[in-house]
């Protein structure tokens, strides 16, 4: 994938996630704007019925009823057909104003100097059939200090229930506030809330304007049983909870489905990023394989062919110049194949390593007389004992540190430490260079398969970028680590192992 299809790769990748997070926004906006319209519903609903529970509550006080048998009544009613009085006395802790009603003698007479009109208004409903219109008859001559018998005989052939209802207008909203607190309570709603009246006085877009300033919900009763001119209003100040709450199932389904899309996408990234590597690794490698082979295969075709061609044959020390340069070349056609094979080997489980004790001095000096006479770098070995026996596989363990002896001489500096030590139950090999070709950038790449620090498309040295990797897996093999640590001037990779006295 080159870099141009990579780059739209990751816009459509972002687009994506951004598409996701603003759908699933807008849909738990809308979900959350539907809970606080049913939230609405539930408070408009309990608001109602509590008025209406309170103004039947009040009704239970404020009927006058007469009935055609001796009885007594709750609330202070009382009702005597046998002495013709009827008696009516309110609680005094009642809103109701009270009256009394006396029928004696053929007179009928109220207290409170209500009037005609004042009683038309107040009487609310008669039951049984036809009463209303006798009970009209009566208000018509309900102020005479003298009633005939026809208006007694009105009171006395009512021979169904009569209810008078006495309305009163002063509505007090601390009444309503337990009916309303109940309903509330029993629909579980956890929110904080108050009662408002307003009055034809007051302005309705003013009176909304004040408490909504105060609240974040403001509720309208609908209720008919209040007073001409008179609206109650609930305020609520912590409702955002109460909606959230009745939208946690969404916002947790949806914020689960938002991090799975992008964690899935970011995936996708990760996977495509590293094959992209990979891709430019395997070119980089086809690369190095093609140059590193055709190098001997052509010094080894020449060879052959000057032999052939220009009758070396009988120039015994031309041909064996010849042979031995065609020799060497083979050799290193011989080494990289192994080295392919290693790399192929080490990732399968079934590498068997044949561990024997070996001193570990003896085996890095061997190492340095290989490489001292091959460059002009100066190598020195530093170790606290002249002895060292560890278990380790000779053969893969000396390769491997040949590769960092073999790094440190082909990109590091012109000076080469390497120090030995005992470190408690292990031992510490360092081997330092004061080169600074590497930055932190390729300190946690540098044991990668096939990693090479990247010079753009030249490499002043041929590798295939396996050698590192190599070393890391047969040391983490013997129970060992290995870092690269970077310091100014300086780079060094530390090797430690388990080490028994």
């Not at 408002?196 to 919900?217: G, M, V």
């Not at 996977?271 to 394989?289: G, R």
Request: charged share 20%; proline share 2%; net charge neutral.
């Amino acid at each position: 994938m080159n870099n141009s299809k990579y780059k739209w790769t990751l816009y459509l990748i972002v687009a994506v996630i951004l598409s996701t997070i603003a759908i699933q926004w807008y849909w738990n906006y809308k979900n959350y704007q539907v809970n606080k319209q049913h939230l609405i519903v539930e408070v408009q609903n309990s608001l109602d019925k509590a008025i209406n529970n309170y103004f039947a509550k009040l009704s239970e006080i404020s009927f006058i009823t007469t009935t055609q048998e001796n009885n007594i009544f709750p609330g202070e009613v009382m009702f005597n057909n046998s002495s013709n009085i009827l008696n009516y006395k309110s609680n005094k802790n009642s809103s109701l104003n009270p009256v009394v009603i006396d029928i004696g003698d053929g007179n009928i007479s109220f207290s409170k100097n209500l009037d005609t009109d004042y009683l038309d208004q107040h009487i609310q409903h008669i039951h049984e059939n036809n009463a209303a219109n006798r009970i009209n008859n009566i208000t018509g001559h309900i102020l005479n200090e003298k009633a005939d018998s026809t208006l007694i005989n009105h009171l006395k052939n009512l021979s169904a229930t009569v209810a008078i209802s006495m309305i009163n207008n002063t509505i007090n909203i601390e009444n309503i506030e337990p009916f309303f607190r109940d309903e509330i309570e029993q629909k579980k709603l956890g929110i904080k809330h108050q009662l408002h009246l307003s009055h034809a006085k007051h302005s309705k877009d003013s009176i909304e304007e004040l408490i909504a300033q105060k609240s974040e919900l403001l509720v309208q009763s609908q209720s008919t049983f209040l007073p001409d001119n008179s609206t109650i209003y609930a305020s609520f100040s912590d409702t955002t909870k109460e909606i959230l709450k009745r939208s946690l199932t969404g916002i947790i389904i949806s914020t689960f489905l938002v991090l799975t899309v992008i964690s899935c996408l970011f995936y996708l990234l990760i996977i495509i990023k590293h094959q992209k590597q990979l891709a430019e690794l395997k070119n980089d490698l086809i690369s190095n394989i093609t140059h590193e082979f055709k190098t001997p295969i052509a010094t080894i075709g020449v060879a052959l062919e000057s032999i052939k061609d220009f009758d070396m044959i009988n120039d015994k020390v031309k041909t064996k110049s010849y042979l031995s340069m065609s020799s060497i070349q083979l050799n290193k056609l011989n080494i990289m194949v192994e080295k392919i094979l290693e790399t192929a080997t080490l990732n399968s489980q079934n590498l068997q390593l044949d561990k024997t004790t070996v001193n570990l001095v003896d085996l890095i000096e061997g190492l340095l007389k290989k490489h001292t006479f091959n460059n002009d770098k100066l190598i020195s070995f530093e170790t606290d004992k002249p002895k060292h026996d560890v278990d380790v596989d000779i053969f893969h363990f000396e390769n491997a540190l040949n590769n960092i002896i073999d790094n440190a001489i082909k990109y590091g500096g012109s000076i080469i430490t390497i120090h030995l030590k005992e470190a408690s139950d292990r031992l510490v090999l360092t081997i330092s260079d004061n080169g600074n070709t590497l930055t932190k950038a390729h300190k946690d790449r540098i044991f990668e398969k096939f990693y090479r620090v990247p010079k753009g498309n030249t490499h002043d040295i041929k590798g295939f970028g396996i050698g590192l990797y190599y070393t890391k897996t047969i040391v983490e093999k013997h129970n060992g680590t290995i870092a690269l640590e970077l310091s100014r001037n300086l780079t060094t990779f530390k090797t430690q192992l388990p080490y028994d006295k």
